[in-house]
């Protein structure tokens, strides 16, 4: 749905908190603009699942001093049933 020109084009715009921010653009007709504005997150993230490539989210601590008792972690295999 993008035009072949002018060329995509991917920016890097800066350091965030547990990634490299990336500004990747392309051109398309005005007719499939929203399609493609809906359709490009998609296949880039299905893309990235292809090849192994996890998106970063920032990890936070919270202490609440030791009037609490630690916050319970289950780790559960994706695939597994149980």
């Given at each position: 749905?993008?035009?072949?020109?002018?060329?995509?084009?991917?920016?890097?715009q800066?350091?965030?908190?547990?990634?490299?921010?990336?500004?990747?653009?392309?051109?398309?007709?005005?007719?499939?603009?929203?399609?493609?504005?809906?359709d490009?997150?998609?296949?880039?993230?299905?893309?990235?699942?292809?090849?192994?490539i996890?998106?970063?989210?920032?990890?936070?601590?919270?202490?609440?001093?030791?009037?609490?008792?630690?916050?319970?972690?289950?780790?559960?295999?994706?695939?597994?049933?149980?």
């Amino acid at each position: 749905m993008c035009l072949d020109q002018p060329v995509p084009l991917v920016i890097f715009q800066g350091f965030g908190d547990s990634s490299l921010d990336l500004q990747f653009s392309v051109w398309a007709e005005r007719s499939n603009y929203l399609a493609l504005r809906n359709d490009l997150p998609e296949r880039i993230k299905l893309s990235f699942d292809e090849e192994g490539i996890e998106i970063p989210f920032p990890h936070r601590t919270l202490y609440v001093g030791c009037q609490t008792d630690p916050f319970p972690v289950q780790i559960i295999n994706k695939d597994s049933n149980t």
